[in-house]
């Protein structure tokens, strides 16, 4: 059988042998049309280039990390399929480490990325981690800042946030609620409080909040507490998937009729893989969110300039929770 060699891609695709190569190597521009020709051709010749040799000559691993807090949460699950279908389009492999409140889980990974042993981390931390240690890590963050070297991506936390409250309030809902678990680090996320008491200030409202640090599984006494102060809400927005779900069936528990006495609106609109009750949400874009943290990864991977934050919007979907 004979072997197909680069310029036999670059004749089925009708491009150059340079273009062939800008594209296996993920190096300089190509359009995405072009991209996707190429990758067309290798597949329908079954092209495949010596990769051990490639590595050794390009010091890479095409290996990038992945690094979650859980892996049993559709937020987390989804973002984790679309992290790996976006790598392999630029020849990356992706190994998943889910830390479960473990820092040394992360820690172990940064070592691996300055041993060249993976060549990036997506990180999707709630720990502290030294900004200076980070620098020469090519890293990319979800939520999280690290500092103005390391990109991020995150959601539309404050518009979004607030938009969802002033709903519920001009639907009637007079004592508005915020249940959240707050972030240990520096965090987009910190702003869906700080939306909320705003919201509060600029209609007179007295605050409802709880908002504290919690580790995943310990939502039942964030809700628990919430429920005891402030048993007279009438809406109340929940900062996560997680909480929402405890908090709805809560409320249910509590003979709440939802949404004449209680309205419930959520961060994270993953509800659809949930059979319990179509809540009124804030969806996050997370196939978004992964298809651009790996783009921006390569791209520190490959030394090239990235900004620091990049914000994406989110959807404000209809359920039944609100009025």
């Known amino acids: ?3 197909v060699t680069i310029k036999d ?20 521009s190509v359009g995405e049309k072009t991209r996707k020709k190429v990758l067309e051709a290798m597949e329908a010749l079954n092209y495949s280039r010596n990769n051990m040799a490639f ?13 979650v807090p859980v892996i049993n ?55 502290m981690h030294k900004e200076e240690e980070l620098y020469d890590c090519p890293i990319v963050s979800i939520d999280r800042t690290f500092g ?3 990109p991020y991506v995150t959601s539309d936390n404050y518009d979004a946030t607030r938009n969802a409250i002033n709903y519920m309030i001009e639907h009637g809902a007079k004592r508005v609620g915020f249940i959240g678990s707050k ?32 580790q995943h599984g310990e939502e039942t006494v964030v809700v628990a507490d919430f429920m005891e102060k402030y048993a007279d809400v009438d809406g109340v927005f929940v900062s996560g998937y997680s909480l929402s779900q405890v908090f709805y069936e809560e409320a249910i528990r509590l003979g709440k009729k939802i949404p004449d006495d209680l ?34 990864l390569i791209k520190k991977i490959h030394n090239e300039e990235t900004c620091t934050r990049t914000v994406l919007k989110t959807k404000f979907v209809l359920g039944t929770t609100t009025k």
Do not use: C
């Not at 000559?57 to 290996?63: A, D, G, L, S, Y």
């Open 9 to 28: 891609v670059a004749k089925y695709a009708g491009v150059g042998v340079g273009t062939v190569s800008r594209v296996i190597n993920n190096a300089g």
């Open 1 to 3: 059988m004979d072997i």
């Open 263 to 296: 309205q419930i609106v959520s961060y994270d609109g993953i509800f659809k893989q949930w059979g319990i009750s179509n809540i009124t949400s804030v969806e996050q874009p997370v196939e978004e969110i992964a298809r651009q943290v790996v783009r921006l």
């Open 183 to 214: 972030p240990l680090v520096d965090s987009e996320v910190l702003e869906r409080e700080r939306a909320y008491l705003d919201v509060m200030a600029e209609h007179g409202m007295n605050p409802r909040l709880v908002n504290e640090i919690i």
């Open 148 to 150: 103005e070297k390391i």
């Open 55 to 67: 590595r050794l000559r390009k010091n890479e691993t095409r290996i990038i990390a992945l690094l």
């Open 73 to 127: 949460h559709p937020f987390f699950a989804n973002l984790a399929y679309y992290v790996e279908d976006e790598a392999s389009k630029f020849g990356y492999s992706v190994i998943l480490v889910s830390s479960q409140q473990k820092v040394d889980k992360e820690t172990e990974i940064i070592t691996k990325i300055k041993h060249r042993e993976v060549d990036g981390a997506v990180f999707v931390t709630h720990y």
